[in-house]
C-alpha cells in the first residue's frame, strides 16, 4: 500500500499515546503495548470462541448489530479518527458509512451462504473407482490476525474489510492496531464487543493488542492461522516470511506497495489534454495523496496535445491547499523521496512537492523523459511508490518507449489506461495497451481513475507482488475466501450439521453423471 512506518513518537515506555499529526503533540495515553503473555491470553481467547460463531445466523445478525452500533456511534468515533489522522470528518465520514456496508454486505453473504461453495456427488457405484455420498464444502481456519492500515482507520482498520470478511468466515480475529489511531482503534473495539455481547458471542471474537512486538508474536503464534496485513512493502515482506517460516507456515494475506501505472494515448490526450489533467490532480492528491491506488506513473505523449495535459495538471495541483499527512515520519518521508527525485537528471517539477508549512506538505508533480525510465539506472527511484501528493509524468517520444517502461514495472493493485472515444470503440493501440497492462495488475481501470474502491462482488482489490502477497481480494464478497478451507464429508446429507444443510448446493452430480447447477 504505502510506506507506513510504525511512530516511535506515539510510544513512551510501554504507554501507546494517541498524537496528534497537526501539532505533533500527545493528546492521551490510549494503552499499553501487549506483552507477548499478552498476545498469547488474547488468541487463546479468540481460538476458544471460535465454536461460538459456527451459527450462521447468530453470526450474520452480530456483523448487522456491528453496523448499526458503528453507525449509531458515528460522530464520537469520526471526532476521535479526525484528532489521530487529520483526515477530515466529511472525509472520516463517509469512510465508516463504506465500512458500515460492508459489514451489511457480509451478512447478506453469510446468510445466503454460497460462500461455503457447496459440491455433492451422489454415490455411484458404476464409476471406476465407485464414488461415494461425497459433500465437499469450505470451513473456517481459525483465528485470523489482523494488521490495521495507517490510511484508513476505519475501512482498513478494527472494523474493515480483513476483520468484517473473517468473522464472516466464521473466523474470530484479534487486531493489532496501529500506532497512528490506537484511540479510534480501542473506541471501534469496544463498540463490536457490544454488538458481540448483544448475540450472547464472547468479547473474545474481536481482540486487540498493540505495539510493534505484538505484531511480530502474533504471527508467530501457534494458534493462529491466518493474517491479513495492509501496510509498508518493508514490514508486510517481514510478516510474511515469518508467517511461512513458522513450523506450520499460514496463509498470509498482505498488500504492500503499488505505483498504479496510468498510460495515455496520443490520440485520448489530442480529445481531451485539459479533462484527464484535472482529473489526474483530483486523483492524486486525493486523501493527501495517502490512497494505496494513487496513480504514481503517468505514460504521456510528448508534444502539443501532452503539453495542455501538463499544464492543466499543474493548474489544477496548483490550487490544491498544503495538507497534513497521517503522522510526522510519512512527512520527513514525504519531503526526502520528493527530494531525492527532483536532484535526478532530467527530472523537472513544474509544480513543486514537498515541505508546506511546520506540519504540513505541499501537492507537486514531477516530470521525466520516458526514456529515462526504459532502461536500469538511477531513475528507477521514479518507479517506486512516494505516499503522498505526488505523482511522476513521464513522456514518452513513441509508443515503444511506453511499452518499455510498462515492461520494467513491478505487480500493482491498478492500472489504468486512458484512450479516445474512436479507440474504445474500434479497439487499434487500446486494445495492445489494455494487453500489456492487465498482468501488471489486479484491477484495471479504462479512461477514470483508480482512487475509490467499491464495495462489490465483483471487485478486485489485490494484484501482482509486491501489491500484494497473494491473489485474492481483500475488499468484496470474494474477501471471504481467504478465511476458509475446503472439506469434505463422506456421509448422507441427513447427517451433516445445519450451517452445511441449509445451503443450496452449486453443483450436483447425479448418479447418471449429468450435472445440475444451481439456477
Not at 479512461?447 to 481483500?474: D, F, I, L, M
Request: with cysteine.
Amino acid at each position: 500500500m504505502s510506506a507506513q512506518p510504525e511512530r516511535t513518537s506515539a510510544v513512551s515506555g510501554t504507554q501507546v499515546w494517541s498524537v496528534d499529526p497537526r501539532t505533533g503533540k500527545q493528546r492521551e495515553a490510549v494503552a499499553s503495548e501487549a506483552t507477548a503473555a499478552d498476545v498469547d491470553r488474547a488468541v487463546r481467547a479468540a481460538h476458544d470462541a471460535r465454536a461460538a460463531l459456527a451459527d450462521r445466523t447468530v453470526r450474520a445478525a452480530f456483523l448487522r448489530t456491528a453496523a448499526e452500533r458503528l453507525d449509531a456511534a458515528k460522530d464520537r468515533l469520526v471526532a476521535a479518527a479526525d484528532a489521530e489522522t487529520a483526515l477530515g470528518a466529511p472525509r472520516l465520514t463517509g469512510e465508516l458509512a463504506r465500512s458500515c456496508y460492508q459489514l451489511r454486505a457480509f451478512a447478506d453473504i453469510v446468510d445466503e451462504g454460497a460462500f461455503l461453495d457447496v459440491i455433492i456427488d451422489h454415490p455411484d457405484d458404476t464409476a471406476t473407482p465407485p464414488v461415494p455420498d461425497l459433500r465437499r464444502f469450505k470451513v473456517p481456519l481459525g483465528v485470523v490476525a489482523v494488521y490495521a492500515a495507517s490510511n484508513f482507520p476505519f475501512a482498513f482498520s478494527v472494523p474493515g474489510g480483513d476483520t468484517a470478511s473473517a468473522l464472516a468466515a466464521g473466523c474470530p480475529v484479534v487486531v493489532k492496531a496501529h500506532p497512528d489511531h490506537p484511540a479510534t482503534s480501542e473506541l471501534v473495539a469496544a463498540v463490536l464487543r457490544e454488538a458481540a455481547a448483544e448475540h450472547d458471542l464472547p468479547e473474545a471474537v474481536v481482540g486487540l493488542v498493540h505495539g510493534f512486538d505484538a505484531g511480530v508474536e502474533l504471527v508467530r503464534h501457534p494458534l493462529v492461522a491466518a493474517a491479513g496485513f495492509t501496510g509498508s512493502v518493508r514490514g508486510g515482506r517481514a510478516l510474511f516470511d515469518a508467517a511461512a517460516a513458522r513450523p506450520v507456515p499460514i496463509p498470509f494475506h498482505g498488500e504492500l506497495g503499488s505505483l498504479n501505472p496510468v498510460v495515455v494515448t496520443e490520440a485520448a490526450a489530442a480529445e481531451r489534454a485539459e479533462e484527464i489533467g484535472t482529473g489526474l490532480a483530483g486523483s492524486m492528491t486525493l486523501g493527501v495523496g495517502q490512497f494505496c491506488v494513487k496513480p504514481g506513473l503517468v505514460l504521456t505523449p510528448e508534444g502539443e496535445a501532452g503539453d495542455r495535459l501538463v499544464k492543466a495538471l499543474g493548474e489544477a495541483v496548483a490550487s490544491v491547499g498544503e495538507g497534513v499527512l497521517l503522522d510526522g515520519r510519512m512527512r520527513d518521508n514525504f519531503v526526502d523521496g520528493v527530494t531525492e527525485r527532483a536532484a535526478l537528471p532530467d527530472v523537472q517539477a513544474p509544480v513543486s512537492p514537498g515541505a508546506g508549512g511546520d506540519r504540513t506538505v505541499a501537492a507537486g508533480f514531477l516530470t521525466v523523459p520516458a526514456a529515462r525510465l526504459a532502461d536500469e539506472g538511477p531513475h528507477d527511484l521514479l518507479l517506486e511508490e512516494c505516499f503522498g501528493p505526488v505523482t511522476v509524468v513521464a513522456r514518452y517520444a513513441t509508443r515503444d518507449e511506453a511499452t518499455r517502461v510498462l515492461s520494467r514495472l513491478p505487480g500493482n493493485l491498478t492500472a489504468t489506461l486512458h484512450v479516445s472515444t474512436g479507440e474504445a470503440e474500434d479497439g487499434g493501440d487500446g486494445t495492445a495497451l489494455l494487453t500489456e497492462l492487465t498482468p501488471l495488475a489486479g484491477r484495471v481501470v479504462v479512461n477514470g481513475w483508480p482512487t475509490g474502491v467499491a464495495v462489490a462482488h465483483a471487485q478486485q482489490h489485490g494484484g501482482p507482488y509486491p501489491a500484494t502477497t497473494s491473489t485474492s481480494t481483500s475488499v468484496g464478497g470474494t474477501a471471504v475466501e481467504r478465511w476458509l478451507r475446503p472439506a469434505h464429508l463422506h456421509h448422507p446429507a441427513p447427517r451433516l450439521r445445519p450451517a452445511v444443510r441449509r445451503v443450496r448446493p452449486r453443483l450436483q452430480r447425479p448418479p447418471d453423471g449429468r450435472r445440475r447447477r444451481r439456477r
